[in-house]
Each structure stands twice: as structure tokens, then as C-alpha cells.
């Protein structure tokens, strides 16, 4: 009870006393910084990690940035703030106050009253060197650091916003998010390139399977999904005969269409994006509609060629009738490995098709990237596997 009124009295004393009261600061991205509206001096709090450091008389100017966009915050400090810690790659926390700027290069900027770091860096052993343009490759053999560079947070930004982009597209369109397996028994794209999951354990008997079943990493997806105009291939490669270019690889009807075919079609046709239809049956997976239509025996797939890329999209027709899907695969001994698919026809089939886009190709695509490898945050390839 005591306690209670010296409370009490303590804030009525404080009330007619008008205590000091500071405003905690707000903290924002980078990008929200720049752009405020409220420049009259409102106190924020931003971290993020230094890209340069100005040191004059009485004035110590930083830029930062914390990956939210691609320009730099500029902070203004007093001259007495200055120290070895302030390094370029070193992570801050900065609460000040945010100020319309009289540069012309900034609309705002952050009049800092305090400035922390995080987390100090060697800038001499730091592997990215200030106002140094290192190129692609060379920040390939960081993975763990290179997000911070400007080309491959734009990228990485670009990724976010696409992957959103796409995903609202759908859900508005009324598509349900499917997450299909990462560990398959299936080579849905029969190509027989798969790899192949195997327990750690050096103990294991050679003949017994983790899952009872050999298992690989998936490729594809659409198979446990079931759920344009353009060229033929034959015309595809008719044009890819007469072509004057020296291919690698002769096209020749029933081979599969290579990176270098894909690209000059879409050249040929005006570098415009082009729908190729009607693949032959023995190229494609089993699960793929037969077009019945005589001695080129083809069936009615669709790839989409890009230019700069090649193949975007993949899709087909879903073979929906069930006598020629058993068919099809018990000429291929895989009647018993897809039982669950043909009892997708068996339990009321419907016409139907499906594809797959790859998102990185498209990503490359619109960002004008020549190498899948630039456009992955950990890029995994033959002989690579870092971190």
C-alpha cells in the first residue's frame, strides 16, 4: 500500500513536472528511409552495413545499406564518431534524426547522434574491394557474401518480387499451391538423369533401400500435379536444316532440339518469343497425349523458346485415356512402378494438361543474365558445391 502511493505521488509529481519524454526511435529499411515523406527531423533507427566511408575536418559522411534497395542511405556524423571500426563491410545501427538533404544527389539523409557497430570487418581481408566491379565469376566463389554486392542484391530483389508477381497471378486466378515431393521414385521426364538419395551410413546393406524403393531427387513436379500459336517442330526443323549457321549438334527430326537450335528460332522468327508444338512421341515422357497422326508419330507438347534463353516452357496434354497410358508403359516395363498414375485414370479421368516454366531461365530472361549460375543465391554445378 505504501509502495502504491509513493507510486502514485512519484507520477503526479513527474505529470505537473512535465518530465522529459523521448520518443523511441523508428526504425526503418534503407528504402523506407529514402523515401519519407516526414523529413522534420523525426528520430529513426537504421542498420544496415557500410559501403563507404568520407572522413573531412569536422563532418564524417557514411553511406549505407542494408539490401532493401539498391541505393545508398548517406548519414552525416560529427568528426568525433570516427573510428578504425567504421570500415567499409562493417555491419552499424544508427538512430538519429531524418533531414531533408541540401545535396542534390539525395532527397534525405540521417543526421546520426548515434552510431553502433554490429559487427566489425577486416576491410583488407574482405574478399569485394570498395568502388572495385569484380566480375561474375569472381563473386561466384563467395555465395555466402556476394548478396551484398549491388548486381546480386538487385537480382536477388528482382527474384523476391518474381516469385510473388507469379504466385499472386495464380491464387488470384484461382489456383490452389501445390508442395509436390523433393524425394521422388518417378523420372517423370524420362531423361534418366536423375540423382539418386542414399542414407550417409557406411553400414547399410547394399540391397536394402532407405524407402524400400530406389529414391532420386525430383526434376519435375508435374507428374504428382496431374492435375498458342507457333511452329511445329517438324517446321522447326526444316528451318534448322536450311539454316546457314554451323550447328554443334545436326539437328535431324526425332532429336531432341539443343540451346543453340532454340536460340537461332527465336531469331529466325524476329527474336520474338516462340511456341514450338507437336514433339515426336518417342522424344517425350510417356505421359505426354498421342497425337495420333500418322508415320511421324508425334504427340501434343509445347515448348515456349525466349530470346537470350531458349526453352521457358515446357508443357502437354496429359494422356487422359487409360488403355493407351497402360499401354504405353507396360511397353516400357513401368506398369507396376506407376500403378497411382494409371488409377488416376481409372478413378475418373478428365482431359487435362499441364506445364512447367523454368525460373531462373525467366529470371535470366528478364534480366539479361547469360549464366543460370548469376541468377541462383547457392548455385550448385558439376565440381561445385560451396558452403
Known amino acids: 500500500?505504501?509502495?502504491?502511493?509513493?507510486?502514485?505521488?512519484?507520477?503526479?509529481?513527474?505529470?505537473?513536472?512535465?518530465?522529459?519524454?523521448?520518443?523511441?526511435?523508428?526504425?526503418?529499411?534503407?528504402?523506407?528511409?529514402?523515401?519519407?515523406q516526414n523529413t522534420n527531423g523525426e528520430r529513426v533507427k537504421v542498420q544496415g552495413w557500410i559501403r563507404s566511408v568520407r572522413s573531412q575536418k569536422e563532418v564524417l559522411f557514411l553511406h549505407v545499406n542494408d539490401g532493401s534497395c539498391l541505393e545508398n542511405l548517406q548519414v552525416v556524423a560529427d568528426s568525433s564518431f570516427d573510428s578504425r571500426e567504421l570500415a567499409f563491410g562493417s555491419s552499424v545501427e544508427v538512430q538519429g534524426q531524418l533531414v531533408k538533404s541540401p545535396s542534390r544527389r539525395q532527397n534525405v539523409e540521417l543526421k546520426a547522434e548515434k552510431i553502433e557497430v554490429v559487427g566489425n570487418c577486416d576491410a583488407k581481408a574482405f574478399p569485394f574491394k570498395y568502388k572495385e566491379r569484380q566480375p561474375l565469376e569472381y563473386l561466384r566463389q563467395y555465395p555466402h557474401l556476394r548478396c551484398?554486392?549491388?548486381?546480386?542484391?538487385?537480382?536477388?530483389?528482382?527474384?523476391?518480387?518474381?516469385?510473388?508477381?507469379i504466385h499472386s497471378f495464380f491464387k488470384d486466378s484461382g489456383f490452389v499451391h501445390i508442395h509436390t515431393p523433393i524425394i521422388t521414385s518417378n523420372d517423370c521426364e524420362g531423361a534418366g538423369e536423375l540423382f539418386q538419395v542414399e542414407p550417409s551410413s557406411k553400414i547399410k546393406s547394399p540391397e536394402e533401400n532407405f524407402f524400400n524403393v530406389p529414391a532420386f531427387l525430383t526434376v519435375s513436379g508435374q507428374l504428382h500435379l496431374e492435375v498458342m500459336a507457333g511452329i511445329s517442330y517438324t517446321e522447326a526443323m526444316e528451318i534448322l536444316k536450311q539454316a546457314s549457321q554451323n550447328f554443334t549438334f545436326t539437328p535431324e527430326?526425332?532429336?531432341?532440339?539443343?540451346?543453340?537450335?532454340?536460340?537461332?528460332?527465336?531469331?529466325?522468327?524476329?527474336?520474338?518469343?516462340?511456341?514450338?508444338?507437336?514433339?515426336?512421341?518417342?522424344l517425350k515422357p510417356f505421359y505426354m497425349r498421342d497425337n495420333e497422326d500418322g508415320p511421324q508419330h508425334t504427340v501434343a507438347a509445347v515448348d515456349l523458346l525466349v530470346p537470350g534463353v531458349g526453352e521457358l516452357f515446357g508443357g502437354s496434354l496429359r494422356e487422359e485415356r487409360y488403355h493407351v497410358l497402360?499401354?504405353?508403359?507396360?511397353?516400357?516395363?513401368?506398369?507396376?512402378?506407376?500403378?497411382?498414375?494409371?488409377?488416376?485414370?481409372?478413378?475418373?479421368?478428365?482431359?487435362?494438361?499441364?506445364?512447367?516454366?523454368?525460373f531462373e531461365r525467366y529470371l535470366q530472361c528478364i534480366l539479361g543474365v547469360d549464366n543460370i549460375k548469376d541468377v541462383i543465391p547457392f548455385p550448385r554445378f558439376t565440381h561445385s558445391c560451396l558452403l
Open 1 to 36: 500500500m505504501f509502495g502504491a502511493r509513493c507510486l502514485l505521488r512519484a507520477l503526479r509529481s513527474c505529470a505537473s513536472a512535465s518530465c522529459p519524454r523521448h520518443k523511441p526511435s523508428a526504425k526503418l529499411s534503407v528504402r523506407d528511409a529514402l523515401g519519407a
Open 148 to 165: 551484398r554486392t549491388n548486381v546480386l542484391g538487385s537480382i536477388l530483389r528482382v527474384r523476391s518480387e518474381a516469385t510473388a508477381a
Open 326 to 358: 497402360e499401354q504405353r508403359l507396360a511397353r516400357s516395363g513401368l506398369t507396376e512402378a506407376y500403378q497411382w498414375y494409371l488409377d488416376l485414370r481409372r478413378f475418373g479421368s478428365v482431359p487435362h494438361g499441364g506445364f512447367g516454366m523454368g
Open 253 to 282: 527430326w526425332g532429336d531432341d532440339l539443343h540451346t543453340e537450335h532454340e536460340k537461332y528460332l527465336v531469331k529466325h522468327c524476329g527474336n520474338i518469343p516462340v511456341f514450338v508444338i507437336n514433339y515426336p512421341l518417342a
